[in-house]
């Protein structure tokens, strides 16, 4: 699937290209499966902010076998995942038989087939890198409840899952009515409304609740969360889909050594991020992916991207782009 610029915007169309449109790199990989983000919704979107030019292969996660490789570390059969730096974006991505990428943004699969890969992809990474963040900072069960927002999106439904597949009491924050059953089989301990509540004014400091958060929302969403954080907690911050200021203050920082942690799946270095996908295999291995997977074939990422950009998307897509496996 292309992405192209038409008169009227962005026409996402299928087309048979030759090996020749393929980008450089020295792995070439035939995709078994991609996933749908809301970065890759944004790739169709005119003036989306994320292409830098068109025409472009969308998909920011690969997934697949190794059919060619310049790069000793691997070689034709190996399972691997890409994911980051500019694929997608400025690099054909996912959405096709074949992508050729930089051995040196390409991760070996062990202990995870492509397809779980794939329902993990970028969201599910940025989840666990959001998790790894608050573990390194020394948060333990015992501190008390951990907050996750947007818990029925990509980012948020996994970090519920690993959370309490570790044994922290999770509380999921959404504004999608009927999502309390998903999340609570996902593993949260109890189901709350978008923060703050509406009509409810963001102080800069208000009553201490939660040990943690993992905010994918950003907005007053977070200025909230930054208010009721107790003291010495953390958030872990990756998303601005309730916009991208902050209207805080340094009270939080300064009054209770409240600590905003960053999370970039973009351009995290190679190592780490392999790294990190060993313990997506072991330790931080979701324990429900079977129950945020929804499958559909390539002809229609279309349709879920728009349902991700209008909001009416929960957990994660898989899409197929060599069958089903």
């Avoid at 697949?64 to 994911?83: C, K, Q, R, T």
């Avoid at 974006?89 to 995870?112: C, I, M, N, Q, S």
């Avoid at 989840?127 to 069960?141: E, F, I, M, W």
């Avoid at 351009?267 to 992916?289: C, M, S, T, V």
């Amino acid at each position: 699937m292309v992405a192209r610029e038409t008169d009227g915007g962005i026409e996402l169309v299928r087309e048979e290209v030759g090996e020749d449109f393929l980008m450089p790199g020295e792995v070439t990989i035939k995709v078994h499966f991609s996933s749908a983000n809301y970065k890759d919704g944004l790739a169709i979107t005119p003036r989306g902010g994320v292409v830098r030019n068109y025409p472009l292969v969308p998909g920011i996660d690969i997934t697949g076998e190794v059919v060619s490789s310049e790069d000793p570390e691997f070689a034709p059969g190996d399972l691997v995942i890409a994911h980051g730096y500019d694929i997608g974006t400025a690099h054909h991505g996912g959405f096709a038989e074949y992508a050729r990428v930089p051995a040196g943004w390409v991760v070996k699969l062990d202990g995870l087939t492509p397809r779980e890969a794939a329902a993990l992809g970028t969201a599910g990474f940025t989840a666990a890198l959001s998790v790894q963040a608050l573990l390194d900072r020394g948060l333990t069960p015992s501190d008390g409840p951990v907050l996750v927002t947007g818990a029925t999106g990509g980012v948020g439904t996994v970090a519920v899952d690993i959370l309490s597949g570790l044994g922290y009491e999770v509380v999921a924050s959404t504004g999608k009515i009927g999502a309390g059953e998903l999340l609570a089989a996902l593993g949260a301990h109890s189901v709350i409304g978008r923060l703050p509540a509406e009509g409810e004014k963001v102080r800069p400091l208000n009553k201490a609740q939660w040990a943690a958060g993992v905010d994918s929302v950003g907005g007053q969403s977070l200025a909230h969360i930054l208010s009721t954080v107790k003291y010495g907690g953390a958030v872990a911050v990756s998303g601005l889909t309730g916009g991208p200021e902050v209207p805080t203050t340094v009270l939080p920082f300064i009054l209770r050594g409240v600590s905003l942690l960053g999370i970039d799946s973009v351009q995290l270095p190679i190592g780490a991020r392999r790294e990190l996908w060993a313990r997506l295999a072991k330790d931080l291995k979701p324990q429900h992916l079977s129950l945020l997977e929804n499958y559909v074939p390539i002809t229609e990422a279309e349709s879920v991207l728009h349902s991700i950009l209008d909001g009416t998307h929960s957990g994660r897509t898989v899409i197929g782009v060599a069958g089903e496996f």
